[in-house]
C-alpha cells in the first residue's frame, strides 16, 4: 500500500503569494493534520481535518485554511505569503478507532518564501 | 497547556555502545506517545508508539518505555550503528477532541564509525 503522498515536494514562492499544498491520506484514513515545521524547531500544528470537517485547529493566521475532499485528500492553502512562511510543511493521516489514532507522516512540502 | 521536553539536544555516541534518549511531558492526559526519526531535510518516520496504557513497546534495536504518571518516556537504542544518525523526536497525542501531536524539539544523534 503506498503511504501519505503530498505534493509538490519543494516549492518556491515570494513574499504576497498564494500557495496550495497537496496531501492523500493512506487508503482507509479519514483523518489527516498538517503541521508546520522550521527549521531546527519540532513541528506545529496547523489543522486536523476528520470526515470532511475541521476538528482542530492550530495557533496559525487566517492566512492559513485547509479542506478536506470526499475522497479524504485534503489541500492546505496559505495567502498572502510572509518570509516566515518558509518551512517544512507535513501532512499525517491516522486510522482514528476510539482511543487507537496513530499518525503517519508524508515526506513533506518544502516551502522557501523570497 | 501540554510542553514537551526532550535531552539532550545533541549527542555523539561511537559505533556500537548502548544509548538513552528522554522525552518529558506535563500533562499525563494523553492518548498515546509515539517517537520518530527524522533525517536532514526529509519527513518524519514513525518508530514506536506506546498507548497510554501501555509500559513500553520494542522494534528490533530500540525499546521505549512510557512511565504516564510520572510524565516520561525513554527511546533505547541498542548497538548504535552509524546509520542510526539522524534527529529523534518524541510526540504526545493530546487526549480529548482536538488531538494533535505536541512536539519535543529532538534529539540530534551522531554516531561515530
Not at chain 1, 18 to 42: A, F, N
Not at chain 1, 105 to 114: D, K
Not at chain 2, 27 to 38: E, G, H, P, T, V
Amino acid at each position: 500500500d503506498a503511504g501519505v503522498t503530498q505534493s509538490p515536494t519543494h516549492l518556491i514562492k515570494t513574499r504576497g503569494q498564494h500557495v496550495t499544498l497537496r496531501c492523500s491520506p493512506i487508503s482507509g484514513h479519514k483523518s489527516v493534520s498538517w503541521y508546520q515545521q522550521v527549521l531546527g524547531q519540532g513541528p506545529q500544528f496547523i489543522f486536523q481535518y476528520y470526515e470532511k470537517e475541521e476538528r482542530g485547529r492550530g495557533n496559525f493566521p487566517d492566512r492559513f485554511s485547509a479542506r478536506q475532499f470526499p475522497n479524504y485528500s485534503s489541500e492546505l492553502n496559505v495567502n498572502a505569503l510572509l518570509l516566515g512562511d518558509s518551512a517544512l510543511y507535513l501532512c499525517a493521516s491516522s486510522f482514528v478507532r476510539g482511543r487507537y489514532n496513530e499518525q503517519f507522516f508524508g515526506p513533506g512540502t518544502r516551502l522557501t518564501v523570497l | 497547556k501540554q510542553e514537551v521536553t526532550q535531552i539532550p539536544a545533541a549527542l555523539s555516541v561511537p559505533e556500537g555502545e548502548n544509548l538513552v534518549l528522554n522525552c518529558s511531558f506535563t500533562d499525563s492526559a494523553i492518548y498515546n506517545l509515539q517517537w520518530f526519526r527524522q533525517d536532514p531535510g526529509k519527513g518524519l518516520t514513525s518508530l514506536l508508539l506506546i498507548q497510554s496504557s501501555q509500559r513500553e513497546q520494542t522494534s528490533g534495536r530500540l525499546n521505549a518505555s512510557l512511565d504516564k504518571s510520572s510524565g516520561r518516556s525513554t527511546l533505547y537504542i541498542a548497538a548504535s550503528q552509524p546509520g542510526d544518525s539522524a534527529t529523534y523526536l518524541c510526540a504526545v497525542l493530546n487526549a480529548g477532541n482536538n488531538r494533535k501531536l505536541i512536539w519535543g524539539l529532538g534529539t540530534s544523534l551522531a554516531v561515530n564509525p
